[in-house]
């Protein structure tokens, strides 16, 4: 089994900046995905931006402008760096990680940490 713990969420000012950790733990398969979605009250759930295990990104639209991710993999950790953000950035970030085992992809989530953007 996976697990999935998230850190680094909080108050922050518009135009301020914080960084998500996820730290993954359990018996992980070499070729996985890791990556952040965030969810607004009342709104879907989101891409923020993904990271393969190669070091290949993809990010969600208009999300590049002002996020960067990154990951450790000695760690088995993946980072969210958040810039100038704005109250629209306020929601619920979730880490994800999906990894092949040979045959399938296997999904997790960790529990989300709140990100509020307010003055």
């Known amino acids: 089994q996976v697990q999935l713990v998230e850190s680094g969420g909080g108050l922050v000012q518009p135009g301020g900046s914080l960084r998500l950790s996820c730290a993954a733990s359990g018996s992980i398969f070499s070729i996985n995905v890791m990556g952040w979605y965030r969810q607004a009250p009342g709104k879907q759930r989101e891409l923020v931006a993904t990271?393969?295990?190669?070091?290949?990104?993809n990010y969600g639209e208009s999300k590049k402008e002002r996020f960067g991710i990154s990951r450790d993999n000695s760690k088995n950790t993946v980072y969210l760096q958040m810039n100038s953000l704005k109250p629209e950035d306020t929601a619920v970030y979730y880490c994800?990680?999906?990894?092949?085992?040979?045959?399938?992809?296997?999904?997790?989530w960790g529990q989300g940490t709140q990100v509020t953007v307010s003055s």
């Open positions: 990271i393969t295990s190669s070091g290949t990104t």
């Open positions: 994800n990680m999906r990894d092949f085992t040979g045959y399938s992809w296997r999904d997790y």
